[in-house]
């Protein structure tokens, strides 16, 4: 009876394995684990499933495992933190190397863990980063057969740190290795490097400690373009000491009375978008957007287009390919990431978008600076660039410095350029999700998770003329809240003929005019 009802199901789920299936996102690895799982268990029995079988095969280990395996090769995965877990699950490595006797396990996925390891901020939460829900899992929660795997299979001594006691110990007493000794990342025999470049997923961590103290960003741009669960958020960054200071804004409201959660009107027209995030928009009013075919609201920022299928489509050549993040430094003093979102707008509107980021840690304030340096170049001088920065509180703005405060942190945000910029806040009631005149709020019936702060403000600074390039730069401030207010005199601007950059701390910080080449950052006496 058992045997009659796994082939009915295979039979009923085999559209998942008939069709062509999207190896990037999509529901389709489940259905195909699904599948395999019980072709697997039937196979020796009956024979005449074995063509079957190798179908599976060939979705997995020509199609999935190369595609997540590229994009995983550092650790990371572009769907963020709540979703990089349930794409990247262990159940189909152990089923297929334990039933096969094909060792699936690769060494990528050692460094699974580490992606938790290193975005873990110091209030034991997680960026705001893809379609976010999941705030405080560690991996141990819903997904200890990453950790099992990383651990016990491939011996990762940061993997077996990351693991707790759990509930559920039978993948344990199966594959975890005893022998494995933890290794915390502040070791002080072996310490993790504070920042790290998760390549292929598009993502460079910075940090100053890894305990509750730090000041951690994340500087997302992914090198490919996916919808499922990726956002149109290259080039972007939050920022968090104490709580969160600098967000990804939006929320992915599932599970409410209202039609919400993927695709939805807030999903659609705000959350997904890059209107939602820290990132630059470039502003047509006569631009026409669509989100999955339909008309969508016009944000000014990134498009959407045709969904990668495989690894080839991610790669250069392939039509979902993007530059994402060019160039990554990194030493004690200062971590340093250049991105280049140019080809994730629309062309006719966007012909230079590039952001330099520069993590100071060495800033003699006893907190790190973060500046920020955009080259924007639009088709035309009236299309409306603006840098964008959301907060969960309403900033402060004076001149050209904004403050904003949360959970005892402060940010304190310096504009010096554009040298004419001005700066307008948008939020508050009735404008928390704000986009071309409306308002796109989540359904507020969803659930919602006491963790999740919903970011209420945004700070816009416009250039004060139409022009075709424009330049900005940023310095932000992390302090206590009670520390002394900051002076605009602490960041110095410097030009030169060829270079705009800033004095702080002791470092000359110079950006090139000239797209895509890289900062000269030196300490001066």
Same mark, same amino acid.
């Given at each position: 009876?058992?045997?009659?009802? #796994?082939?009915?199901?295979?039979?009923?789920?085999? $559209?998942?394995? !008939? @069709?062509? /299936?999207?190896? %990037?996102?999509?529901?389709?690895?489940?259905?195909?684990?699904?599948?395999?799982?019980?072709?697997?268990?039937?196979?020796?029995?009956?024979?005449?499933?074995?063509?079957?079988?190798?179908?599976?095969?060939?979705?997995?280990i020509?199609?999935?495992?190369?595609?997540?395996?590229?994009?995983?090769?550092?650790?990371?995965?572009?769907?963020?933190?709540?979703?990089?877990?349930?794409?990247?699950?262990?159940?189909?490595?152990?089923?297929?190397?334990?039933?096969?006797?094909?060792?699936?396990?690769?060494?990528?996925?050692?460094?699974?863990?580490?992606?938790? #390891?290193?975005?873990?901020?110091?209030?034991?939460? $997680?960026?705001? !980063? @893809?379609? /976010?829900?999941? %705030?405080?899992?560690?991996?141990?929660?819903?997904?200890?057969?990453?950790?099992?795997?990383?651990?016990?299979?491939?011996?990762?001594?940061?993997?077996?740190?990351?693991?707790?006691?759990?509930?559920?110990?039978?993948?344990?007493?199966l594959?975890?290795?005893?022998?494995?000794?933890?290794?915390?990342?502040d070791?002080?025999?072996?310490?993790?490097?504070?920042?790290?470049?998760?390549?292929?997923?598009?993502?460079?961590?910075?940090?100053?400690?890894?305990?509750?103290?730090?000041?951690?960003?994340?500087?997302?741009?992914?090198?490919?373009?996916?919808?499922?669960?990726?956002?149109?958020?290259?080039?972007?960054?939050?920022?968090?000491?104490?709580?969160?200071?600098?967000?990804?804004?939006?929320?992915?409201?599932?599970?409410?009375?209202?039609?919400?959660?993927?695709g939805?009107?807030?999903?659609?027209?705000?959350?997904?978008?890059?209107?939602?995030?820290?990132?630059?928009?470039?502003?047509?009013?006569?631009?026409?957007?669509?989100?999955?075919?339909?008309?969508?609201?016009?944000?000014?920022?990134?498009?959407?287009?045709?969904?990668?299928?495989?690894?080839?489509?991610?790669?250069?050549?392939?039509?979902?390919?993007?530059?994402?993040?060019?160039?990554?430094?990194?030493?004690?003093?200062?971590?340093?990431?250049?991105?280049?979102?140019?080809?994730?707008?629309?062309?006719?509107?966007?012909?230079?978008?590039?952001?330099?980021?520069?993590?100071?840690?060495?800033s003699?304030?006893?907190?790190?600076?973060?500046?920020?340096?955009?080259?924007?170049?639009?088709?035309?001088?009236?299309?409306?660039?603006?840098?964008?920065?959301?907060?969960?509180?309403?900033?402060?703005?004076?001149?050209?410095t904004?403050?904003?405060e949360?959970?005892?942190?402060r940010?304190?945000?310096?504009?010096?350029?554009?040298?004419?910029?001005?700066?307008?806040?948008?939020?508050?009631?009735?404008?928390?999700a704000?986009?071309?005149?409306?308002?796109?709020?989540?359904?507020?019936?969803?659930?919602?998770?006491?963790?999740?702060?919903?970011?209420?403000?945004?700070?816009?600074?416009?250039?004060?003329?139409?022009?075709?390039?424009?330049?900005?730069?940023?310095?932000?401030?992390?302090?206590?809240?009670?520390?002394?207010?900051v002076?605009?005199?602490?960041?110095?601007?410097?030009?030169?003929?060829?270079?705009?950059?800033?004095?702080?701390?002791?470092?000359?910080?110079?950006?090139?005019?000239?797209?895509?080449?890289?900062?000269?950052?030196?300490?001066?006496?």
């Amino acid at each position: 009876v058992l045997e009659d009802a #796994i082939l009915a199901y295979i039979e009923r789920a085999w $559209y998942f394995a !008939a @069709g062509a /299936a999207n190896y %990037v996102g999509g529901h389709s690895r489940w259905g195909n684990f699904t599948l395999a799982a019980g072709l697997l268990a039937l196979v020796t029995e009956r024979p005449e499933l074995r063509e079957k079988l190798l179908v599976l095969r060939d979705h997995w280990i020509n199609g999935y495992f190369p595609a997540q395996g590229w994009i995983a090769e550092e650790g990371g995965y572009h769907m963020g933190w709540a979703y990089s877990a349930a794409y990247l699950t262990a159940s189909i490595h152990f089923a297929w190397s334990t039933a096969t006797n094909e060792c699936v396990f690769f060494p990528w996925q050692a460094k699974i863990p580490w992606f938790w #390891i290193y975005g873990r901020q110091g209030d034991d939460t $997680y960026p705001n !980063a @893809g379609d /976010a829900y999941t %705030v405080t899992d560690d991996l141990n929660t819903f997904h200890s057969d990453l950790l099992v795997l990383a651990a016990g299979v491939l011996k990762d001594p940061r993997a077996r740190w990351a693991l707790r006691d759990r509930t559920n110990r039978f993948p344990d007493i199966l594959y975890l290795d005893k022998s494995v000794v933890p290794l915390a990342p502040d070791a002080p025999q072996d310490p993790l490097p504070l920042s790290r470049h998760f390549r292929h997923a598009g993502v460079v961590i910075a940090r100053d400690a890894w305990d509750e103290k730090t000041t951690h960003l994340n500087f997302t741009s992914t090198p490919f373009y996916s919808s499922n669960h990726l956002h149109r958020d290259a080039n972007s960054f939050t920022l968090h000491y104490r709580g969160a200071l600098a967000v990804d804004s939006g929320f992915y409201d599932e599970f409410g009375e209202n039609v919400g959660g993927y695709g939805g009107p807030h999903w659609r027209n705000y959350f997904t978008r890059t209107i939602a995030h820290n990132a630059i928009t470039v502003f047509d009013p006569a631009q026409r957007m669509t989100v999955l075919g339909k008309p969508a609201s016009n944000d000014g920022g990134q498009v959407f287009r045709q969904d990668p299928m495989g690894l080839a489509d991610l790669l250069p050549g392939g039509h979902a390919h993007l530059d994402g993040i060019t160039h990554y430094e990194a030493n004690e003093h200062f971590t340093y990431a250049v991105g280049d979102a140019t080809k994730a707008y629309d062309p006719d509107r966007v012909r230079l978008a590039q952001r330099e980021i520069v993590y100071l840690r060495d800033s003699g304030r006893g907190h790190p600076v973060v500046i920020v340096f955009d080259r924007v170049e639009s088709a035309r001088p009236e299309f409306e660039k603006r840098f964008l920065l959301h907060t969960i509180h309403q900033p402060r703005v004076s001149g050209k410095t904004s403050v904003v405060e949360n959970h005892g942190g402060r940010l304190t945000t310096v504009t010096l350029l554009p040298e004419d910029a001005r700066l307008e806040l948008v939020g508050g009631p009735g404008k928390q999700a704000w986009v071309d005149g409306k308002n796109y709020l989540w359904d507020e019936t969803s659930r919602k998770l006491p963790e999740r702060e919903l970011a209420q403000w945004r700070l816009e600074v416009l250039p004060g003329a139409p022009r075709l390039r424009d330049d900005f730069l940023h310095v932000l401030f992390v302090d206590d809240a009670e520390a002394p207010v900051v002076s605009r005199g602490v960041a110095r601007l410097v030009s030169t003929g060829t270079t705009r950059g800033v004095e702080i701390g002791g470092w000359r910080i110079l950006f090139a005019r000239e797209p895509g080449a890289t900062a000269v950052i030196k300490h001066i006496p």
